[in-house]
């Protein structure tokens, strides 16, 4: 069972940065691809950003542009750089697979909090 671990987060102004951080234990980190999740307050559990193994991203249309995904999978750990942070990204972050059937056990997450 691969364990999460999140770190990271804050709270930050409208137009601030933070950065993300994912550590998993095992080795099939390095070639399983990863997902950052967010749930804000009353809602569902979104997909924001995922990556490959070998490097391959893809952001949700609400990210493009501001966030940043990344991993080193020497390290297994997976990053996301949050830049030109905006209220609505208020949320619990959340790293899993990337997957339509099973995720694998979820960490305690890191609260982002975007507010002046």
């Known amino acids: 069972q691969v364990r999460l671990v999140e770190s990271g987060g804050g709270l930050v102004q409208p137009g601030g940065s933070l950065r993300l951080s994912c550590a998993a234990s095992?080795?099939?980190?390095?070639?399983?691809?990863m997902g950052w999740y967010r749930q804000p307050p009353g809602q569902a559990r979104e997909l924001v950003a995922s990556?490959?193994?070998?490097?391959?991203?893809q952001y949700a249309d609400s990210v493009e542009g501001r966030f940043t995904i990344s991993r080193d999978n020497a390290k297994n750990t997976m990053y996301l750089q949050m830049n030109d942070l905006k209220p609505e990204d208020t949320a619990v972050y959340f790293c899993?697979?990337?997957?339509?059937?099973?995720?694998w056990g979820w960490g305690q997450g890191t609260q982002v909090t975007v507010s002046s």
């Open positions: 990556i490959t193994s070998d490097g391959y991203t």
């Open positions: 095992g080795s099939i980190f390095s070639t399983t691809i």
């Open positions: 899993n697979r990337k997957t339509a059937t099973t995720f």
